[in-house]
């Protein structure tokens, strides 16, 4: 009897947001009258896909416990980490008991708070059939240089970059395999890259310019204005 592939996501929600020079970290920030994090779960529970969702919280997090989406019947606390890779192995292994090595996971940052089921959905039904995975990302329109110090040293082929996005893709078992053997390598700052390590080549998936990372103060007003405008 074949087992039905399940879809889990991820979410390492335990990091500070040190740039956004607020009270707070960013995914408690306010925006459109509920906080950062709230947003982005919802519209990850709304996708109807998952199974369930694990998030990564800091065990010194004062605010998740506050918020009602904690509570939900398929939201899964999990502890963060010091860095996103080890909030990510956390989360991966509050789920050991129920995932499968073949299920899917697609890890997606608590701070892209206006990631549509359309780009949900595109990156299941284009990776699903896929040996690794994948992650949605975007192409690059600037010109990209290259700089040591303050100097331009050369110019960097744009066709050959994109600028990686969440969420991002890859099958429970070679995900988590692959993050226990990368556990404390820095080079290891997405999930991709942690497989790349290990010899593969994950997929590229052009997902939608409005899936944006909530980085800066006026990424508030911004990610606003999209969601004001997205009919998903």
Same mark, same amino acid.
Request: proline share 3%.
């Given at each position: 009897m074949t087992t039905a592939i399940k879809f889990w996501a991820v979410v390492p929600a335990a990091g500070v947001g040190k740039r956004m020079n607020a009270d707070r970290p960013k995914q408690y920030l306010e925006l459109a009258g509920k906080t950062v994090i709230e947003h982005t779960l919802l519209r990850l529970l709304s996708a109807n896909v998952f199974t369930a969702v694990a998030v990564a919280i800091s065990k010194e997090?004062?605010?998740?416990? &506050? !918020?009602?989406?904690?509570?939900? &019947? #398929?939201?899964?606390?999990?502890?963060?980490?010091?860095? $996103?890779?080890?909030?990510? %192995?956390?989360? %991966?292994? =509050?789920?050991?008991?129920?995932? =499968?090595?073949?299920?899917?996971? @697609?890890?997606?940052?608590?701070?892209?708070?206006?990631? +549509?089921?359309?780009?949900?959905? !595109? @990156?299941?039904?284009? !990776? $699903?059939?896929?040996?690794?995975?994948?992650? !949605?990302? @975007? =192409?690059?329109?600037?010109?990209?240089?290259?700089? #040591?110090?303050?100097?331009?040293?050369?110019?960097?082929?744009?066709?050959?970059?994109? $600028?990686? @996005? +969440?969420? #991002?893709?890859?099958?429970?078992?070679?995900?988590?395999?692959?993050l226990e053997i990368a556990e404390g390598n820095p080079a290891i700052t997405d999930e991709a890259s942690a497989l790349e390590l290990q010899g593969l080549q994950p997929k590229i998936v052009e997902g939608r310019p409005d899936n944006i990372k909530i980085t800066r103060p006026e990424d508030l007003a911004l990610a606003q204005f999209y969601m004001e405008h997205q009919n998903d």
């Open positions: 997090d004062p605010y998740w416990p &506050e !918020l009602e989406v904690s509570g939900h &019947e #398929q939201v899964i606390t999990a502890d963060g980490g010091k860095e $996103r890779a080890d909030s990510v %192995l956390s989360a %991966l292994k =509050s789920i050991r008991d129920l995932a =499968s090595d073949e299920d899917w996971v @697609l890890v997606h940052d608590a701070a892209r708070p206006c990631i +549509t089921a359309t780009d949900i959905n !595109l @990156l299941i039904d284009t !990776l $699903r059939a896929d040996e690794v995975g994948g992650i !949605l990302a @975007l =192409s690059s329109h600037d010109t990209l240089k290259d700089v #040591q110090g303050k100097n331009i040293v050369g110019t960097l082929d744009r066709s050959h970059i994109w $600028r990686a @996005l +969440t969420p #991002q893709m890859f099958k429970y078992g070679s995900l988590k395999n692959a």
